[in-house]
């Protein structure tokens, strides 16, 4: 029936596209992208024996807009999942496919779109292929301007779920206000006010024997952004009513978010100050889902981001059932021709965060926190708990020393929580060390390498690693790397382990293509705060991307 | 302006009528009856407690179309054969290997609601199948371990001393095809724990199709004996919390609840029901128990 539903706007597509071209208008554009690896059982690492001894995800887009519509379809096929992916992607088919028109002041799309209510508090709908995270709409979603300056938006729809969708009927309504564009005596003034606001509710029968569920969960949002000159005030505030489900252990306490962000930035100096409370935000279009499924929002991070391997070994998991902390980083930059800034200037930025669990307290129906069928918990808005679930504090210094020769270098002080964000029973805290130089040396205009070096220090988990990243380039075409990471600080000695990979890309225009070998730790891989555990595996990978 | 304020409203009075229709706020208490002693359940005189020793709950994930999993079932039906009633095993038909096809032989669903709820919690069947969980204790930090290590597993945790003992009484009526399962909880100790009650219906002998490697290529068994099939859940997916006010040495709480099995393709000769208690905290299985319905 599905692949029935599929062909009928597949066919439609490319008959406007044939159309299209005798008539020479319209736009077709699409990419390709395939990963393949293969799996070597290694008792080592505990990289599994993987029956199928290859892997193979791959996915193809195309969008073709011509005049008031665009209509575009993705082909996915996972045969099967890379190991790490959700094995019930397992299959291939055509889970993503929309038709939008857009006249004037209105946009309506039919099939499926990703969207975002404000900070994603109560919605958020994205796709992370990093993750295997998919949890578009499909259903329809219109967008109207009313007037300069006021815009709304409402969609109703189910959500993906692999090759499938979820129980919950998803039903939101979006709007915001800018005022400096809406309001005539506020058009010429410095300050730029945005407000809005959402709604957002989830409809899944109750077919519970025990519990009475709210089959219709309601939640809101209000939002503003002022700017001023050199400085930004954002901040959202969520609530949700009563939603029993497997994340929160079927309570029936109603749940609330807060983010505040405030910064300032001028030339060469910057802060950036950061705060959030989450409590019981955990919201699904299925009460019964567990990890990264069907997700109706999003809560955001404030801790830093990396893009080094070892400053990624402990990444943060957002914690949706409750988390509170804050954030601050201060940015500068010493001028050229300085003491510190030497001929080029150097930047540097400090950063901080920590995050705690709420403080909670025994709820007015029963003396003991968190049983279901009860309110759960109260908890005091401004008291954060007693148990630290993370804390980082880096500094990064990016320095250029000549034209041809750059470097960027950090330290962090790390402390995680492993009990409470991987949930591993295997110890409370690591407690880490990580010092990363990353330097870049540019031969010429097309050759170039690139060291990096790394080493992390923690008497917990699995000890001591110290790494060396090699890579080198020769532009726009080719790109070696080779890397090792050595576990020399694991307690066991058997687990001091090398894991070793190299990799060799060649592009050319829109097209790339990479071999590599490669032994990878087991893991958590985190993307803004949304997790996944990542198996070891030790073999040869492919991927091969394409766009026109 | 005027046309500006005429859609606001317009705009407001839309959102306030879905703000209004979408919220069922659920006041207390939130639970159904369904934990009061049902009128038609009198509850029995259970008998003395003797000999009680800690059983060991065996959950293996399973499915159809997998064609390792008959391997597993005879590791199960083994471990059974070795250590008599210690061990109480269950088989839960999840994910991909468990989803009927539309056609040929494997068009019946054993899947059920709560046995994907336990599968999704604890990310069994996204590891492949045949898995298993034994007392939900973990083996090498997980709780998912493969077949070939339940002997090893079970083996460890034989002999631990039980905390609570666990009685059931069923009263199968066959008049009107239902039954009253009655499960007693004795604290053998104080526990300071927050535990979990979960109670399910399993039913035995169910003859349909299985694939396995045993046999050549289609690997086709049309009969296949399926035991220990987990059929329905009897207090919700994750079971109900133990109150813990009442888990001291010596006190007793007494769960019944009524199951009408009409409509049920189940044969009620094969039905048993499967009761077991575990920590909150930890997913630990203190004890198990299984008793058959007719």
């Not at chain 2, 905390?163 to 066959?174: D, G, H, P, R, T």
Request: aromatic fraction near 14%; charge should be neutral.
């Amino acid at each position: 029936m599905r692949f029935k539903n599929i062909f009928i706007p597949v066919f439609i597509l490319f008959s406007i596209y044939i159309q299209a071209q005798t008539n020479n208008e319209g736009q077709l554009h699409g990419n390709f992208q395939v990963d393949m690896q293969t799996y070597k059982e290694d008792s080592l690492i505990s990289a599994p024996k993987i029956p199928e001894k290859m892997l193979l995800n791959a996915y193809a887009n195309l969008t073709y807009s011509k005049g008031n519509f665009t209509a575009g379809i993705r082909y996915e096929a996972y045969m099967n999942t890379l190991s790490g992916y959700d094995s019930r992607y397992n299959g291939n088919g055509i889970p993503y496919r929309f038709l939008t028109y857009k006249a004037d002041e209105l946009e309506v799309t039919a099939g499926s779109f990703y969207d975002q209510f404000g900070n994603g508090l109560i919605l958020r709908a994205y796709e992370e292929k990093g993750l295997g995270y998919d949890n578009a709409f499909d259903g329809v979603r219109v967008k109207y301007q009313i007037y300069k300056g006021v815009s709304v938006k409402g969609l109703v729809g189910k959500q993906r779920f692999f090759f499938d969708k979820g129980p919950g009927i998803v039903r939101g309504v979006d709007g915001e206000i800018n005022t400096n564009e809406l309001l005539k005596f506020m058009s010429e003034s410095k300050t730029q006010i945005i407000l809005g606001g959402s709604f957002v509710s989830k409809y899944q029968a109750d077919k519970d024997p025990l519990y009475k569920l709210p089959e219709n969960v309601g939640a809101w949002a209000a939002r503003m952004n002022i700017t001023r000159g050199a400085i930004n005030f954002n901040t959202e505030y969520a609530y949700k009513i009563n939603d029993p489900s497997a994340d929160n252990l079927y309570i029936y306490k109603p749940g609330e978010a807060l983010l505040i962000s405030t910064s300032f930035s001028k030339k060469g100096f910057g802060v950036l100050l950061n705060a959030k409370r989450v409590d019981n935000m955990a919201f699904r279009s299925n009460r019964n889902a567990g990890l990264i499924d069907l997700n109706i929002n999003y809560l955001p991070i404030l801790t830093k981001s990396y893009t080094y391997s070892f400053l990624n070994f402990y990444p943060y998991a957002t914690q949706s059932n409750g988390e509170m902390g804050g954030g601050a980083e201060v940015m500068y930059k010493f001028k050229k021709s300085t003491l510190l800034g030497g001929k080029y200037g150097t930047n540097i930025s400090i950063n901080f965060s920590r995050l705690n669990s709420l403080d909670k307290t025994a709820p007015s129906d029963t003396s003991v926190i968190g049983i279901s069928g009860t309110l759960g918990y109260q908890s005091d808005f401004f008291t954060p708990g007693d148990e630290l679930y993370f804390q980082d504090f880096n500094i990064e210094i990016n320095k250029k020393f000549s034209k041809r020769f750059s470097g960027n270098f950090i330290y962090q002080n790390l402390i995680y929580n492993s009990d409470a964000l991987r949930k591993d029973h295997k110890q409370t805290y690591v407690f880490g060390n990580t010092g990363i130089a990353d330097m870049l040396y540019k031969i010429n205009d097309k050759n170039a390498i690139h060291i990096e070096l790394g080493a992390l220090f923690t008497k917990q988990d699995m000890g001591n690693w110290i790494m060396l990243q090699a890579e080198y380039s020769i532009a726009p075409k080719w790109f070696f790397s080779l890397s090792d990471q050595y576990n020399y600080g694991n307690e066991d000695k058997d687990l001091q382990l090398h894991y070793y990979t190299a990799a060799i890309a060649y592009a050319k225009g829109a097209n790339r293509i990479q071999i590599g070998y490669g032994r990878q730790r087991q893991g958590i891989m985190c993307v803004g705060g949304v997790c996944r555990s990542v198996p070891a595996s030790n073999g040869f990978i492919l991927a091969l991307s394409s766009s026109f | 302006m005027k046309n500006i304020i005429q859609n606001i409203f317009l705009l407001l009075g839309l959102s306030l009528i879905v703000i209004i229709v979408s919220c069922d706020k659920i006041e207390g208490p939130y639970t159904e009856n369904t934990e009061v002693i049902p009128l038609q359940c009198p509850v029995p005189e259970f008998p003395a407690l003797q000999n009680v020793y800690k059983k060991i709950l065996m959950e293996d994930f399973t499915g159809h179309t997998c064609i390792n999993c008959p391997t597993a079932h005879n590791i199960l039906n083994n471990l059974i054969s070795t250590y008599g009633d210690t061990i109480v095993g269950i088989a839960l038909h999840v994910g991909f290997f468990a989803a009927p096809n539309s056609s040929g032989l494997y068009t019946y669903d054993f899947r059920t609601d709560e046995g994907t709820a336990i599968d999704q919690a604890f990310h069994v069947s996204d590891v492949g199948l045949p898995q298993g969980m034994i007392s939900r204790t973990q083996y090498n930090g997980s709780y998912i371990i493969a077949p070939f290590s339940w002997s090893t597993v079970v083996q460890s945790l034989i002999g631990q001393q039980p905390k609570l003992a666990l009685q059931i009484i069923n009263n199968y009526n066959e008049t009107d095809s239902s039954f009253c399962a009655h499960i007693k909880l004795t604290f053998l100790e104080n526990i300071t724990d927050t535990l979990m009650f979960f109670c399910c219906l399993a039913e035995d002998s169910i003859i349909k199709p299985q694939m396995s490697l045993t046999v050549p290529s289609p690997y086709n068994i049309p009969a296949y004996n399926h035991m220990h099939v987990f059929r329905d859940g009897l207090n919700g997916n994750l079971g109900v919390t133990i109150d813990p006010t009442k888990t001291d040495k010596d006190s007793s709480i007494v769960k019944s609840y009524f199951y009408n099995l009409k409509q049920k393709d189940f044969k009620h000769k094969n039905l048993k029901i499967v009761a077991f208690v575990y920590k909150s905290s930890n997913n630990e299985v203190l004890q198990a128990e299984d008793e058959k319905v007719k």
